[in-house]
């Protein structure tokens, strides 16, 4: 079963140009977070996409997740690990004021690749046509000289896509846009099983042929929480995120008995507002 649902995903038309997009805390940013960007754009190019570009988008501090350090921190250590890569890190997330629900940031960098598209169009029309004039007195302009958009795809681990299930951590909605408008890439990861919950969510099989599903054959349990956990402890985390990392979390002593309690006893802000519930 699982080797036939494996061709869900759509093939590449002509090498289509995708951006891959990861949301979520980064508390802190791992090797696996960065291997993520490498599975996905083998997988997308051996299906016949572009991959062009990566952006690692840290959760804003109004997400109140237990734990949950300062993003200020969060985004240096993202820009640390993906420096002299192919992976990027963006703010506008991470520095709002309030929580934005993930679809607000998926479409917020949809519509920067097109504003971005639209000035690179624009220059080259420009570029074109000054070219055009020179060569041939009589050119008439082409509707058909704009380039083919590039794809936002929300690139994530099992765990989030199961997440989907979790009552009131998301909007049925927004689910519905993300998977079905942008599209899904996921990794998975030790003890989830995509297929048997895309299989039984009506809005994930529906739009099954969006969800790329990448298996990750060397098995790496590299977890955010079990790196916190180990700093706590004193333990040694090398090899599990990159070095200037660690040293940036050494340098500020980040991570400790006090920061694990920040936001103890805060409604995560997906529940406050999607179920009116309160901090208590």
Same mark, same amino acid.
């Given at each position: ?133 020179? +060569?041939? &007195?009589? !050119?008439?302009?082409? %509707?058909? /000289?704009?380039?083919? #958009?590039?794809? *936002? ?97 050494? +340098?500020? &002593?980040? !991570?400790?008995?006090? %920061?694990? /309690?920040?936001?103890? #006893?805060?409604? *995560? ?12």
């Amino acid at each position: 079963c699982q080797e036939r649902l494996i061709f869900w995903s759509m093939d590449g038309t002509a090498g289509t140009r995708v951006v891959l997009l990861a949301c979520g805390s980064f508390n802190p940013i791992t090797n696996m977070h960065l291997r993520m960007f490498e599975l996905a754009r083998d997988h997308l190019e051996d299906s016949g996409f572009r991959v062009v570009k990566g952006i690692i988008s840290p959760v804003g501090d109004g997400y109140k997740k237990k734990g949950l350090i300062e993003a200020r921190h969060r985004l240096e250590m993202a820009r640390l690990a993906s420096e002299n890569s192919w992976i990027t890190v963006d703010s506008w997330e991470g520095l709002q004021a309030e929580w934005v629900e993930t679809c607000k940031v998926v479409r917020h960098h949809h519509n920067e690749l097109l504003a971005q598209e639209q000035n690179s169009d624009d220059v080259d029309t420009v570029k074109y046509r000054k070219k055009r004039r020179i +060569e041939d &007195k009589y !050119y008439v302009p082409s %509707s058909s /000289q704009n380039k083919d #958009g590039t794809r *936002l795809m929300l690139l994530c681990g099992a765990d989030v896509l199961e997440s989907f299930g979790v009552p009131n951590l998301w909007k049925q909605e927004d689910i519905e846009e993300i998977v079905g408008r942008f599209g899904l890439v996921c990794i998975t990861r030790s003890g989830n099983e995509p297929f048997k919950f895309i299989h039984q969510s009506d809005t994930l099989w529906k739009h099954r042929k969006n969800i790329h599903i990448v298996q990750e054959w060397v098995t790496n349990d590299i977890s955010a929480t079990h790196v916190r956990r180990a700093l706590r402890r004193g333990h040694s985390v090398r090899y599990l995120l990159p070095d200037n990392v660690l040293n940036y979390i050494h +340098e500020h &002593k980040l !991570y400790n008995e006090e %920061s694990e /309690q920040k936001n103890t #006893g805060v409604v *995560l802000a997906p529940f406050q507002r999607y179920s009116g519930a309160s901090s208590s």
